[in-house]
């Protein structure tokens, strides 16, 4: 049956007919707009929004508490203004607060996000994108970097374990500000990577802090060490992407866009 005459025709986007995804980020960040302009398959557009930081000081333990305290006051605000763009998807560019309090921590986590963004909107967070990229590859014991303190670490590895992976060690390099978490050193990087996490009876090293961005360097990491080695910008890209069955596979960024 043909419309009345003068009805408007549906229109499809064409600026990101493949996929719209909104970003949250940190205003403190840098990290992610950087990976994720890295990653961009055709039709597919990233939406950045940012939540307000007041409080970056990540010095101490309990600075990094007024921390995840200060952010959980603006982040909502950033999740409904980002909505007002009418992404497909949403992606959430920060990982501390998704591994506060294990599994459950994280499950609260998204579904307070789901107050704003409703049932039915995909969602990606960072926990839950570096769970799925683990068990993409099979791995059973890990170890972990984290741009965080002592208390943040401890977060990680309790959402690790309790995810059923064996957490055989994490460097948390103790970043004084949310700030200078991007601008931490490769060098500081690999040798973490390379003389305290990587051991024969460890199948995977993971990054969690998406201000510090590994893209560029551990993909070689992976080939010299023969195992993954997953930062969690790359980990959330493609949840977010295979979630909306987007599988265009990039070569050169890591083995998980390579081979799943």
Not at 20 to 45: H, K, W
Not at 147 to 152: C, V
Request: proline share 7%; hydrophobic share 40%.
């Amino acid at each position: 049956m043909n419309a009345p005459p003068g009805t408007p025709k549906a229109q499809e986007p064409w600026i990101g007919s493949r996929g719209r995804i909104g970003v949250i980020i940190p205003s403190t960040n840098i990290a992610v707009e950087y990976d994720c302009q890295r990653l961009i398959p055709p039709g597919v557009t990233w939406h950045f929004g940012r939540f307000s930081v007041g409080q970056p000081d990540l010095s101490s333990d309990n600075m990094f508490l007024a921390f995840i305290e200060d952010i959980r006051k603006t982040l909502p605000l950033a999740v409904r203004d980002i909505m007002t763009c009418e992404p497909g998807y949403i992606m959430m560019g920060m990982s501390a607060e998704t591994f506060w309090g294990g599994l459950s921590g994280n499950a609260e986590f998204e579904a307070r996000l789901r107050e704003y963004i409703g049932p039915e909107m995909g969602l990606t967070s960072g926990a839950t994108a570096l769970k799925q990229a683990l068990d993409a590859f099979g791995a059973k014991s890990v170890a972990a970097l984290t741009p965080y303190q002592p208390i943040g670490d401890e977060q990680v590895r309790r959402f690790l374990e309790e995810s059923g992976y064996t957490v055989r060690n994490i460097v948390g390099l103790k970043c004084d500000s949310a700030t200078s978490i991007a601008h931490t050193p490769p060098r500081e990087v690999l040798d973490a990577v390379l003389n305290q996490l990587d051991a024969d009876n460890v199948d995977a090293i993971v990054q969690t802090g998406t201000n510090l961005s590994t893209i560029d360097i551990f993909p070689t990491l992976e080939r010299q060490l023969g195992k993954p080695v997953i930062p969690i910008n790359v980990a959330t890209i493609w949840h977010a992407l295979r979630a909306q069955g987007i599988h265009d596979r990039f070569f050169g960024r890591g083995w998980l866009l390579e081979r799943f």
